[in-house]
């Protein structure tokens, strides 16, 4: 069974600086998405950035970027110029390509809790 | 283009009681997904449905159910409720076939207190 690991609880930022965010997962697929999903408080979760397995290249959303590290089955996010509203939860996501059975459901780790300070 | 919509938003019930909470997806999403929500156990995955055919299922006792109709929106059930069911119930739904991208879109949720 495919699992995922962020080992960071919580994190802080100055607004402004970078912060990275670590996950590592594992699976034995070969064919896999991965995503960072962020969940302000009382709000609903949203989509931060989408990395398909098969792609070498790092995704980069704006101020958002992945490393991507497919043989050390790692995925971090790292976040540039924080802003107060970046300030959430932000959990690391794993699904496998595949369509159905007990592989289409997204696999979340516990989660990191981010503060930005002012 | 309207998101995923969940009610009611917040209720409380009582130990034995049963809940359904509701689920209507994007427009033109066939896939409606579960999740619960803990400070315990973390998101924890419940039920997919696509077809109004579940197609996928967590590993929950059998007091969790769920069901979907034929315009996609799903319904979830918790009967004989205990004071651990007490959680944000997600909802999520996706893209399907062809189109599909791995992504899901979420509900705000429905926030559960068994008392």
């Known amino acids: 069974a495919q699992t995922v690991t962020q080992s960071q609880p919580e994190m802080s930022v100055q607004e402004a600086e970078t912060v990275t965010l670590s996950c590592t997962y594992d699976?034995?697929?070969?064919?896999?998405?991965l995503f960072w999903y962020k969940q302000p408080p009382s709000r609903q979760m949203i989509l931060v950035i989408r990395?398909?397995?098969?792609?070498?290249q790092n995704a980069t959303e704006n101020r958002f970027s992945v490393n991507f590290q497919k043989a050390a089955k790692s995925f971090s996010l790292k976040i540039s110029d924080s802003q107060l509203g970046d300030a959430a939860m932000y959990f690391c996501?794993?699904?496998?390509?595949?369509?159905?059975?007990?592989?289409?459901?997204?696999?979340f780790g516990k989660g990191t809790k981010l503060s930005v300070k002012p | 283009k309207a998101g995923v919509t969940q009610t009611p938003r917040y209720l409380i019930k009582t130990r034995g009681q049963q809940v359904t909470l509701s689920c209507s997806p994007i427009?033109?999403?066939?896939?409606v997904s579960w999740y619960q929500q803990t400070p315990g156990q973390g998101l924890q995955f419940l039920f997919e449905?696509?077809?109004?055919?579940?197609?996928n299922k967590g590993n929950f006792p059998g007091r969790f159910s769920g069901r979907q109709f034929s315009n996609s929106r799903s319904e979830m059930n918790v009967s004989t409720l205990e004071l651990g069911d007490s959680a944000l119930y997600l909802c999520?739904?996706?893209?399907?076939?062809?189109?599909?991208?791995?992504?899901?879109?979420f509900g705000e949720g429905s926030r559960l207190t068994v008392l």
């Open positions: 996501a794993y699904r496998s390509l595949l369509l159905g059975g007990s592989q289409g459901n997204l696999i």
């Open positions: 427009s033109g999403h066939r896939s």
């Open positions: 990395q398909e397995a098969y792609k070498q």
């Open positions: 699976t034995s697929e070969s064919d896999y998405y």
């Open positions: 449905y696509f077809s109004e055919t579940q197609r």
């Open positions: 999520a739904s996706s893209l399907d076939g062809t189109q599909y991208t791995g992504e899901l879109f």
